[in-house]
């Protein structure tokens, strides 16, 4: 019996049924397949993707309308990668990069367009694509000396949010719009007035403000020894502390958080993971001044809070991958009240082929990269496919 042909990765939207009461978690009951992918030669081929392009870890991000981006890492064997735009069982590669190039996640906001940075190329840079029009084309070689733009992020005005590393000398929270960048924060190697060491990864919100992990730390004091804070940083270069941990604050409950980048909400409220000084790691979302814990590693039915960014929409839902209380890979959705198994590792789904089962013919994981939530619930994942049995 054939059985590669649905051994595959698959991006999907879990949609609630209904209408979900403001500050409720949805009941997730459907599973709407979005694209497959899968080697040309194999029976069945892939879906709506062109075969012989694949997922590998990319983060798919979903915006309000339905349409959605994530990174393909291979296009038909060729050097090159490319930014998938997808819609409603449709879609197209709208930006490809030149051949042995690199990328990567890129992001969509509620208009339908998509930056996605690109370097080791002739022109390295901040990439869009206008599904509008539809066009792609550079966006943005600034700021001057930028070696790469990590994590952007454009939010529904169009300005663009990321981390700029400079060769050799540090780096600096930048938004972009309208021809020139704005920068929030630099790290002391660039700023001998900064108080921090090293910028992890960040997001940004629908009104510029960016939030991040932080170590503080003269130059070159970047060990784990050393205080970090969750912050919000504003254009106007003042910020705004969410949390410490227990390097910065004795009586912190957190002993670490997370390298990957938090989630922002547009009216500042934070999503963050964190290690616990009582032992064990949680999901919290926090103004600074009051935190909701989403989860931890002893709430009932969470084995395991995943080292994968966690999402937030702007009603307060906080998407996070883990293991459930069969130790399974699973996605879960908590608002701080109530928190739901969206889906996971051997659940079964329909599919272009019939039902498949979340799987791996292998000790390989289920899930890949992290997932998004819009303002609707709706959870944008990409898994491998088995068939049921």
């Keep these: ?103 990567s996640d890129p992001w969509i906001n509620n208009n339908g367009y998509l930056v996605v940075p690109q370097t ?100 070159g004091q970047t060990g784990n020894n050393r205080p970090d804070e969750i912050r919000i940083f504003n254009q106007d270069k003042s910020s705004a502390l969410i949390a410490r941990d227990r390097d910065a604050d004795i009586n912190s409950p957190y002993s670490g958080f997370d390298s990957s980048r938090p989630a922002i909400m547009d009216d500042g409220r934070v999503a963050f993971i964190a290690n616990l000084v009582a032992g064990g790691r949680g999901v919290f979302l926090s103004n600074g001044t009051v935190t909701k814990t989403i989860a931890t590693t002893t709430t009932p039915g969470v084995t395991v809070i995943d080292f994968f960014p966690p999402h937030v929409n702007n009603d307060g839902l906080v998407v996070f991958r883990g293991k459930d209380g069969s130790n399974l890979s699973a996605i879960f959705v908590g608002d701080g009240t109530t928190l739901r198994r969206v889906i996971g590792e051997h659940d079964l789904v329909s599919t272009d082929l019939g039902v498949g089962r979340i799987d791996q013919h292998d000790s390989s994981p289920v899930f890949g990269g992290s997932v998004t939530i819009n303002n609707h619930g709706d959870v944008a994942f990409q898994c491998g496919l088995t068939p049921p049995d």
């Design 120 to 219: 080791l190329s002739s022109t390295n840079g901040l990439y869009y694509y206008d599904s509008n029009i539809p066009q792609s084309g550079l966006l943005t070689t600034q700021p001057f000396g930028t070696g790469s733009w990590g994590g952007p992020i454009v939010n529904n005005s169009g300005a663009v949010g990321f981390r700029a590393t400079f060769s050799g000398s540090g780096q600096a929270f930048y938004s972009y719009s309208g021809g020139s960048p704005t920068l929030h924060i630099a790290e002391v190697a660039l700023n001998p007035n900064s108080p921090y060491s090293f910028l992890f990864s960040m997001a940004m919100n629908g009104n510029r403000q960016i939030a991040a992990h932080v170590r503080l730390g003269g130059v």
């Design 1 to 103: 019996m054939t059985r590669v042909h649905r051994t595959a990765l698959v991006l999907a939207t879990s949609q609630f049924a209904g209408v979900c009461a403001p500050g409720g978690v949805p009941t997730y009951s459907e599973v709407v397949l979005q694209a497959r992918a899968n080697f040309c030669q194999n029976p069945g081929s892939s879906f709506v993707l062109p075969c012989g392009t694949f997922f590998a870890n990319g983060t798919p991000v979903l915006n309000d309308t339905g349409e959605y981006t994530i990174k393909l890492d291979v296009i038909n064997g060729s050097g090159s990668q490319g930014a998938w735009f997808g819609f409603a069982n449709t879609g197209t590669i709208g930006f490809l990069s030149e051949d042995r190039a690199s990328i």
